[in-house]
């Protein structure tokens, strides 16, 4: 069991996924740079619902007597929650391509560069909602009766995807929805884009080969100088000499363990293909000979050192408790680009079988201490 799982489990959180789309601005989970390509996506859909709450905390922009959308429905203009123009919140129910079915105007004057919380509660076919300026003080601004039954939120833009998206910041670690009496934290992360056609059961990628049949984060990896942490669950490997993952763009980044088992890592093939990072000896060999039925593996590096080296710090286990552990120094950092997942560079080796099945719930990656791939498709 993964570290994250195990904190999850011990702190009792439940978290709600929203998948970053395309590239914003992050500080301390405060997301802002949205755009009509720009975004947070919610990564499931709540279905047959008759009550939710969902509280979303923002910093305004600059100018307030403009319509910008804060939240919304994804498929449809079921549901959209706005700044408009008259400098009040705005909540948009139901739309039939000309004008919103219902219609709810606040009561408050939102003041530029100004935090607010924001809470819209629906209770069987009716919609409240509700702002304050600390989180605990609330203003009722209103309600409306309108049924609704599916929504996908989306954040920081509305169903268009278009150029009404929010100008200000959202504070993710201060959202929430709750469904019932189950309260889900926000969380957001970069998923992951089909390569071909794999087969994925039950968020294991089944039999991926070389370059083909696999997937790919969505987003590209950029730590620079900064931190990270990737973990893969490998089931039942079976095949000695195996590609890991490849980062897409130019040459980048290759890791696999050869065919003499050593665990390489090739930094940036790209600037220099001659530093390459062996560790672990055989325990690829071991594990494969002793058929184990998983095998966590870790790369991990803190950046850059005094001696403006990186070290990088590779971790393996059969049970996710017993680790070997073995730190080699590189003159580079690891290349920027997406993550191609069961992947090699060489060209000659597409198609070819990599020899396990990865379980994507327990493969992440963290990016200076937060959790930003976790195996959920965006």
Do not use: H
């Amino acid at each position: 069991m993964s570290m994250f799982y195990e904190l999850m489990m011990k702190n009792k959180t439940k978290i709600m996924y929203a998948t970053i789309k395309g590239s914003l601005t992050e500080n301390d989970d405060v997301f802002s740079g949205f755009s009509a390509s720009n975004y947070l996506q919610l990564q499931q859909s709540l279905s047959n619902i008759n009550n939710f709450e969902i509280q979303v905390k923002i910093r305004t922009a600059e100018g307030t007597t403009f319509y910008r959308c804060i939240f919304g429905s994804l498929e449809t203009r079921e549901l959209t929650l706005a700044q408009g123009s008259s400098s009040k919140l705005l909540l948009q129910l139901g739309n039939n391509g000309s004008s919103y079915a219902v219609e709810l105007t606040g009561t408050t004057n939102l003041q530029p560069l100004t935090d607010y919380y924001i809470r819209v509660i629906y209770n069987n076919g009716t919609f409240s909602l509700l702002l304050s300026s600390d989180g605990i003080n609330w203003n009722n601004e209103g309600s409306v009766t309108y049924t609704i039954s599916t929504v996908t939120f989306i954040f920081g833009n509305g169903w268009n995807l278009g150029t009404y998206y929010w100008r200000g910041s959202i504070d993710l670690p201060n959202s929430y929805i709750k469904l019932g009496a189950t309260k889900y934290n926000l969380q957001a992360v970069v998923g992951y884009t089909i390569v071909g056609s794999p087969t994925i059961i039950d968020e294991v990628l089944i039999n991926p080969t070389d370059k083909q049949n696999t997937i790919q984060t969505a987003e590209a990896l950029d730590v620079g100088n900064g931190s990270f942490e990737m973990q893969f669950c490998l089931l039942n490997p079976t095949v000695k000499g195996t590609p890991l993952f490849r980062i897409v763009g130019n040459n980048g980044s290759r890791c696999t363990f050869s065919a003499t088992n050593t665990f390489n890592l090739y930094p940036n093939y790209q600037t220099d293909s001659s530093v390459v990072l062996r560790a672990l000896g055989n325990f690829w060999s071991s594990a494969i000979n002793n058929s184990a039925q998983k095998v966590y593996l870790r790369i991990k590096c803190t950046g850059k050192d005094s001696n403006n080296e990186y070290p990088f710090i590779f971790s393996a286990s059969t049970d996710s408790m017993t680790w070997n552990t073995t730190t080699v120094i590189s003159s580079l950092p690891l290349a920027t680009g997406k993550i191609t997942y069961c992947s090699s560079y060489a060209s000659y080796q597409t198609g070819y079988v990599v020899g396990y099945d990865l379980d994507l719930k327990e493969t992440w990656i963290k990016k200076d201490g937060k959790l930003w791939f976790n195996g959920q498709q965006a």
